[in-house]
Each structure stands twice: as structure tokens, then as C-alpha cells.
């Protein structure tokens, strides 16, 4: 496990499983997602590999939503890494100030927005996957639907939350590449090729949430970016903010065609 460099911790933060064919739309329910795991890793993390391999296989699993978010901190060690976004630095920041432990290192795998555990520790893992969930994680489902050059997008209203409630959180959408494959050239993993899975590649948000009902809907152009990288969209629902992140609340992962 290694731990970050100290800098001040940032009060900015950042700014599914379906399958789908040309002409056939299908969609998955966040009601049969059991939990997300978030790793943050990095190329030049000499600990990762196990991490990054582990989350390979869970993102196997159609009950978990296991997303890789590669961070920008150790790039001084003579590698820097090519996927890493400094928005999933802060995210990683943000969300150690909310629990108040500080705690940020790599591999850190944070699960469905409440907890961390080393990201190589595939029972601690299912372990907080389980508790969480228990406790009333992932209560909201979200579908994502692709068809006709369009992403869909719903989630269903909060149980036990009034329609007129203040915002209480965010819907992101994660635009994500399922495999990328990196041979790295230089620091502590020189020599090294590793494949990355589901790795985030940017962060949109769609709006706030209320605890009501919400949908969305964006052409496929502008979830993709025109990067032919991207094959897959990840939906959070999440409470707090980008700077304050909670719980998240719903979850889906679908593949682009």
C-alpha cells in the first residue's frame, strides 16, 4: 500500500450492465447492482497491479459497478501516468475529508461511497460490498438504455423521500473505457503492461437530485466525444456533492455499441 504525498487537500472536486446492439436497445436495473467500487490507482504505484488485476474480475460481476480511477499524485516518480484525471485525485480528497480520516493512497478502493479498504483485498472488498449494501445502499434504480444513437437515462423516485425535498446529491455520468491495455516505460512499474478496466474517463453532470423521479437523455456523440476509446457509460447517483460526497444511492453500468 502506498500512501499520497501530503498536499492541501483540495475543496474542488470534480468537475453500466446493459448490452446493446445497433438497432436493439436493453437496459439494466440499479436495483440488481449490489454495490460500486471505486479504485483509485496508479502506473506508478508499484502496489497496484494486484488492485488493478482484482478489479478486472469484479467488473465481471453484473452485481457490482467497479470503476478504476487512476490519479495523478505519484507522476513525479518518472512515470506519468497516461490515464490518470487530477478530478479523480480530488474526488479520492474529497471524500477522505468527509469520513475525516485523511486516509488517501493507492490502491484504495472506496465502496458505494461510504467506505475504503485496500483496493488488492478482494475479501475486504466483498466484505464492505455486503455491509453496505445491508445498511441501504443502491436503493435507487437507474436504468441506462442505448439505442438509435442515444443514451437513456432514469432513475425512480427515493423511497420515504418527499417530491419537494431540498437537493440532497448528484447524477454523474461517467463516459468509460472497458479495457486499456498500457505498457509503462518508466518508475516503479518500468517494463510492466497492464490492462486497466473500466476506467473512467471523464465526469458530466446530468443534474441534482431530490429524491424524485429523473431522466436524461444525450446522443451518443456527446457521451463519447468522439473518443472511440470509450465503449461503456457509468451512472451515479450520489448524495452530497462533488466537494462533500455521500452515499451513492443508485448506480448502472451499460456498454456503448
Known amino acids: 500500500?502506498?500512501?499520497?504525498?501530503?498536499?492541501?487537500?483540495s475543496r474542488f472536486a470534480l468537475a453500466l450492465l446493459a448490452g446493446a446492439a445497433?438497432?436493439?436497445?436493453?437496459?439494466?436495473?440499479?436495483?440488481?447492482?449490489?454495490?460500486?467500487?471505486?479504485?483509485?490507482?496508479?502506473?506508478?504505484?508499484?502496489?497496484?497491479?494486484?488492485?488493478?488485476?482484482l478489479l478486472g474480475d469484479l467488473a465481471q460481476d453484473p452485481?457490482?459497478?467497479?470503476?478504476?480511477?487512476?490519479?495523478?499524485?505519484?507522476?513525479?516518480?518518472?512515470?506519468?501516468?497516461t490515464?490518470?484525471?487530477r478530478g479523480h485525485t480530488k474526488r479520492q480528497r474529497a471524500?477522505?475529508?468527509?469520513?475525516?480520516?485523511?486516509?488517501?493512497?493507492?490502491?484504495?478502493?472506496?465502496?458505494?461511497?461510504?467506505?475504503?479498504?485496500?483496493g488488492s483485498d478482494k475479501a475486504a472488498i466483498e466484505q464492505a460490498v455486503t455491509k453496505s449494501h445491508d445498511g441501504g445502499a443502491l436503493t435507487v434504480p437507474v436504468t441506462v438504455a442505448v439505442?438509435?444513437?442515444?443514451?437513456?437515462?432514469?432513475?425512480?423516485?427515493?423511497?420515504?423521500?418527499a417530491a419537494s425535498s431540498p437537493v440532497l446529491g448528484e447524477v454523474w455520468l461517467c463516459p468509460v473505457s472497458r479495457n486499456v491495455h498500457v505498457t509503462i516505460g518508466r518508475g516503479e512499474n518500468n517494463g510492466h503492461s497492464i490492462v486497466y478496466h473500466n476506467v473512467v474517463r471523464r465526469w458530466v453532470k446530468l443534474g441534482d437530485w431530490t429524491g424524485g423521479p429523473v431522466s436524461y437523455s444525450?446522443?451518443?456523440?456527446?457521451?463519447?466525444?468522439?473518443?472511440?476509446?470509450?465503449?461503456?457509460?457509468?451512472?451515479?447517483?450520489?448524495?452530497?456533492s462533488a466537494s462533500e460526497p455521500g452515499a451513492i444511492v443508485g448506480a448502472a453500468l451499460a456498454p456503448l455499441p
Open 218 to 240: 444525450l446522443p451518443m456523440a456527446n457521451v463519447t466525444g468522439g473518443d472511440a476509446q470509450i465503449d461503456a457509460v457509468a451512472v451515479l447517483v450520489q448524495r452530497g
Open 1 to 9: 500500500m502506498e500512501s499520497a504525498p501530503l498536499p492541501f487537500l
Open 63 to 81: 452485481s457490482l459497478v467497479a470503476l478504476s480511477l487512476p490519479v495523478d499524485y505519484w507522476d513525479y516518480l518518472g512515470w506519468k501516468d
Open 83 to 85: 490515464l490518470a484525471l
Open 147 to 161: 439505442k438509435d444513437g442515444s443514451v437513456d437515462i432514469t432513475a425512480t423516485a427515493a423511497k420515504d423521500i
Open 95 to 118: 471524500y477522505s475529508k468527509v469520513r475525516g480520516d485523511r486516509e488517501v493512497f493507492t490502491p484504495q478502493a472506496v465502496i458505494s461511497g461510504s467506505v475504503y479498504v485496500l
Open 22 to 53: 445497433a438497432m436493439v436497445a436493453s437496459a439494466v436495473q440499479a436495483g440488481e447492482v449490489r454495490g460500486v467500487v471505486e479504485l483509485f490507482t496508479s502506473q506508478g504505484c508499484s502496489s497496484c497491479p494486484p488492485a488493478d488485476k
